[in-house]
């Protein structure tokens, strides 16, 4: 006999997993792992770069549904590629986290896409903005997010300090993505680190056995 599916749900692709960003002492660091799960239980893909540019020295992390994140994304894209035309000058961190946030507020009742937005500008240097699933904006100097975010609330708190040099920022964020994916199933891969200063952008990605371990897996 013919098996029908009474769930009416229907579970679309997600992306958030684990992702974070951290401001240090002349830019910020933001990053993620490279997968991504459908309903928090099967993963889809372990290729995934959940890390992507957004304008010269603006970065965002995606979390929620990635149909939904890759839409806004591409809309954000568009509006920040014309207001800097409109301005002659890149856009503010602020002023493409606010892009976002609009967007996710406006369509709240129809997207599931959060974001973590980070970067540098002239005017207020480094910056991370976390964008909430709702269109709630809010200034961080570090944050997580996705499901593996929930194991490493506590090495977040207890390892961040402000004013970090560039190395132990990227050791503290390689760490942090390390710890989630050691104890989240849908969390693994390869770490997608990108570095955002005055002088550029520095892309670094850590292979999933380069690592570090911090208990036996």
């Known amino acids: 006999m013919e098996k029908h599916c009474t769930d009416s749900r229907v579970k679309g692709v997600s992306t ?17 792992d490279s997968r ?12 995934i770069n959940k890390v992507i540019q957004v304008h010269d020295r603006i970065f965002c992390c995606i979390a929620g549904s990635l149909a939904d994140a890759q839409a806004v994304i591409k809309t954000a894209k568009f509006h920040l590629s014309f207001h800097s035309v409109q301005m002659e000058s ?9 892009v976002l946030k609009d967007l996710c507020y406006k369509n709240k009742d129809e997207l599931q896409a959060g974001f973590l937005t980070a970067g540098w500008d002239k005017k207020n240097g480094p910056q ?10 809010i200034s961080q100097q570090v944050t997580i997010g996705g499901s593996g975010s929930t194991f490493i ?12 040099s560039k190395e132990e920022c990227l ?7 390390a710890l989630a994916m050691g ?6 891969g390869v770490a997608h680190l990108v570095v955002i200063t005055e ?4 892309h670094v990605v850590v292979p999933g056995d380069k690592l570090p371990r911090f208990h036996d897996e």
């Not at 991504?36 to 290729?47: D, P, R």
């Not at 104890?183 to 693994?188: F, I, L």
């Open 171 to 177: 050791q503290f964020a390689t760490n942090a993505l």
């Open 16 to 32: 958030g997993t684990t992702i974070l960003a951290a401001i240090f002492d002349g830019g910020v660091v933001i990053g993620s």
């Open 153 to 164: 609330y506590g090495y977040v708190d207890a390892k961040y300090k402000p004013n970090m």
């Open 90 to 98: 890149p856009p503010q961190v602020i002023a493409a986290a606010s």
């Open 36 to 47: 991504a799960s459908i309903g928090g239980e099967y993963v889809s893909s372990k290729t």
């Open 199 to 202: 002088k550029g952008v520095e």
């Open 183 to 188: 104890r989240d199933n849908v969390s693994g």
């Open 128 to 137: 991370v903005y976390v964008v909430s699933l709702g269109g709630m904006l």
